[in-house]
């Protein structure tokens, strides 16, 4: 398991703890989770250099922490200009939240064999949102013309699964 550096992004996993720990359904959990990290996405010091590394050729994703008993990973994600992910959903709870630039997301709705678009958001620097599966059908890209970096918290053990994707979506996208 990776060995959190900075002492912010520490006190950042003590807070999502709490948060997780409070109870709830997953929507007042990821609430919460919202809040705490809202609150450490402008500090300079969450992440160390080597968590700001980007990949020539794809997102990056560096895991921060794993919690002991899997109930929640912190992992930050760098994009480099035009990287995006699949059309996915996930196995959890994620909350997202950008930490450098911005990111687009792209939300459907599945109707048959063909996904059907319904919003692009794009979130900036210091804003963070969540998302509940079911429901939960996204693609995330840097359509910015600079380096972006995300803080995710999933409300699974990414140590275990390697990733929070549950699916991917290859179908016809429809207007």
């Known amino acids: ?24 359904d997953d ?3 990821a609430a919460r989770v919202t809040r705490a990290l809202t609150r450490h996405l402008a500090d300079p010091t969450l992440l160390d250099p080597e968590h ?3 990949d020539p050729n794809h997102y990056r994703q560096h895991v921060l922490h794993v919690e002991p008993d899997g109930s929640f990973s912190v992992v930050a994600l760098v994009w480099l200009p035009g990287q995006e992910t699949c059309i996915h ?4 709870w994620c909350v997202v939240g950008t930490y ?3 990111e ?3 939300t459907y709705r599945l109707a048959g064999e063909r996904l059907i678009p319904l919003r692009i958001n794009r979130t900036p620097e210091g804003v963070a949102s969540y998302l509940v599966p079911p429901g939960d059908i ?8 600079s380096v972006s970096i995300s803080i995710h918290v999933y409300g699974a053990d990414i140590g275990v699964l390697g990733t929070s994707i549950r699916r991917r979506y290859d179908l016809k996208v429809t207007f």
């Open 138 to 145: 996204h693609k995330v890209c840097n359509s910015s013309d």
């Open 89 to 92: 959903d996930h196995v959890s």
């Open 52 to 54: 700001r590394e980007p």
């Open 27 to 29: 929507h007042a959990v």
């Open 1 to 24: 398991m990776p060995r959190l550096l900075s002492p912010t992004a520490a006190v950042l996993v003590d807070g999502i703890r709490s948060a997780v720990t409070a109870g709830g």
């Open 100 to 102: 450098v630039g911005e």
């Open 104 to 106: 687009e997301e792209t």
